[in-house]
């Protein structure tokens, strides 16, 4: 029986890595001492929006439905341009049944990429939970970043603008997560006094960011993420290498050229320039020790910016870190997850 368990193991693992392929899309480019010398004003950086109410398209998801659970399906307009189908913020509810106001937990999506963590995020607290909290899953089945376009540039020129356009495109995501956030804590079963968030890879980036800028979060896990977003553009996998392999042979630049071409347009969305404005009693954060995608300055810098949290490192790279979420690894991030949002909520 021990091969036979050896062999179903193996072809897990790569099935599993196969999956995991074109994993996070994102890439890299900074100059780390002189973004963080410069201050959120100097960057003309904000997340600020004008609040207004949010009626979004919904219906009652019926095949979702569970025991202590009404799922509702949710759409609404983004504030700008989101990279969506439609421009439009998607998301699925899941209302707890029980009485009484609930601790709500936002979940965001690996934007055009893998589904799995952030569903299975959301399965295991509703399990874990048993009712006891609120969901809300943000879904992204397209690419945040324009790859297509990116990789076609044909000038530094051309490079910066389009980077700027992505910049405005992650400023969007922040602002609709904050609008969210606005729509949830209005809602009957909602306390909004119990607000978490989690994401994982770029999502982790991404919630950073809200974290640094949205107060009404009381609580955060942050997966395998990291700041400096130039530097992942220059290490990471996937759509981000085909894309700047693609731009240092076109424009004949080494990918530490690349890398430091990049710091500066893509500085107003690197949390290591919002450093400080986090608290860090109210973060969980995870990375993996051998992680290439987030490399070890863009972790660090990461953990800096958020105050040096409570901070979880699993022996891993990046997509075998993954793991910790499956019964190979006992799912013991899923587990970890949940009991410190259910401590800090």
């Known amino acids: 029986m021990l091969p036979v368990f050896k062999r179903l193991v193996s072809f897990f693992l790569a099935a599993l890595l196969v999956a995991w392929g074109g994993s996070l899309s994102l890439a890299q480019a900074t100059d780390t001492a002189q973004v963080a010398s410069l201050g959120p004003s100097q960057l003309h950086l904000g997340f600020d929006y004008e609040k207004s109410v949010i009626q979004p398209n919904s219906y ?3 095949e979702r439905e569970t025991k202590n659970y009404v799922v509702q399906s949710l759409s609404f307009p983004s504030i700008g341009d989101n990279g969506q189908r439609g421009n439009l913020v998607t998301a699925l509810y899941y209302q707890s049944q029980r009485p009484g106001k609930k601790k709500l937990v ?9 589904t799995y963590p952030s569903r299975k995020i959301t399965e295991s607290l509703m399990d874990y939970s ?3 909290m609120n969901i809300l899953r943000i879904l992204g089945k397209d690419y945040l970043f324009d790859w297509d376009t990116m990789s076609a540039i044909s000038s530094e020129q051309e490079l910066i603008a389009v980077s700027r356009q992505m910049v405005e ?3 969007t ?6 609008r969210v956030i606005d729509w949830a804590e209005a809602q009957p079963g909602v306390d909004p006094d119990r607000i ?4 994982f890879s770029l999502a982790a980036t991404i919630a950073s960011l809200v974290v640094e800028n949205e107060p009404r979060i009381g609580a955060s896990a942050l997966a395998m993420g990291g700041a400096n977003i130039n530097e992942m553009f220059a290490s990471c996998f996937g759509r981000a290498k085909e894309t700047r392999e693609a731009i240092t042979e076109r424009l004949g630049w080494s990918r530490e050229t690349f890398e430091r071409k990049l710091a500066q347009p893509l500085a107003p969305i690197n949390p290591a320039s919002f450093a400080g404005q986090a608290n860090p009693d109210r973060i969980l954060m995870f990375d993996a020790r051998y992680d290439t995608c987030m490399p070890r300055t863009s972790r660090e810098a990461l953990w800096q910016a958020l105050g040096q949290p409570q901070r979880i490192t699993w022996p891993h790279n990046h997509k075998m870190a993954f ?3 499956t019964f190979l690894g006992g799912n013991t991030m ?3 997850i949940y009991q410190f949002l259910d401590e800090t909520l």
């Open 130 to 132: 048993d009712g006891e």
């Open 196 to 199: 978490g968030l989690i994401g």
């Open 60 to 62: 009652i998801d019926r």
């Open 323 to 325: 793991l910790t979420m």
């Open 334 to 336: 899923q587990r970890k």
């Open 173 to 178: 995501h922040v602002k609709d997560v904050r």
């Open 169 to 171: 495109r992650v400023r």
């Open 106 to 114: 936002v979940v965001l999506p690996i934007w055009g990429t893998h």
